[in-house]
């Protein structure tokens, strides 16, 4: 009798394409304890396995649009143990992601193989899970492409270079793996310079202290580009160092 009294509300559940809490309302009404619920147990049962799966879709989704779908990395392997070495402290800061709504950037340094990319994409998965817009990408390529699409069509370019700057939490793995000529210079000093702009947090890996990142950009004989890019991504930022145990 009761499944019968609920059928009006399930309909316009239905209708809402709310189909989970419907089915859930059905099921509910055939529960022998339903008449005992009170109201906010009642909704709090509906709601939640609606909830659930609309939060794990909107996941699922946001990893896939951030090339991250399918990544197995977790913030909680992110500590010292089983052949690696972190600052602990600025892990358990780092997890809360109040640098990301803080607006500031990240730079996780380390020799090649220490897990700087694991460590990158474990944050952008907890980034997804945690509703904000992320894209992982290599920078080399990211670069390339960027490149070549300026080359072809400007006003595309600047409209993908606009795109990326809105992006709340950018990922680029490999960062200054290898020099990099002028062109590209200018296209990434372009990119963090919007970045900064908007307040949008930048993560980067890479095996070179910040310090000598200037000889890897091809500028000729002009520091302030190179500085420029250093200082966006590293003041007010926070440095992570992952080493091999």
Known sequence: MMAKNTADIEEMLEYLQLDRMAEG??????????????????????????????????????????????????????????????????????????????????????????????AAKAFGVAACNADYRVHFADFTMLLDDLCILKRRDLAKYQKKVRYFARIQVLILDDFLITHIEEERAIIL????????????????????????????????????????????????GFVLLVEKA
């Open 25 to 118: 309302l059905d099921r509910l009404a055939r529960t022998p304890g339903f008449p005992s619920f009170t109201p906010i147990q009642a909704l709090r049962e509906l709601i939640t396995e609606e909830y659930v799966a609309q939060k794990n879709y909107r996941t699922e989704k946001s990893l896939r649009l951030g090339k991250l779908k399918g990544c197995n990395a977790q913030m909680e392997n992110l500590r010292t143990g089983n052949g690696r070495i972190y600052n602990d402290n600025i892990i358990s800061q780092l997890a809360t992601l109040e640098f990301i709504q803080d607006r500031r950037n990240l730079c996780i340094l380390g020799e090649s193989g220490a897990g700087k990319t694991y």
């Open 189 to 236: 000093f372009t990119l963090l310079k919007q970045r900064d702009e908007l307040g949008t947090s930048t993560i980067v890996s890479s095996q070179y202290n910040p310090e000598t990142w200037n000889r890897y950009l091809g500028v000729s004989d002009d520091y302030a580009m190179p500085d420029g890019i250093r200082r966006r991504l590293i003041d007010q």
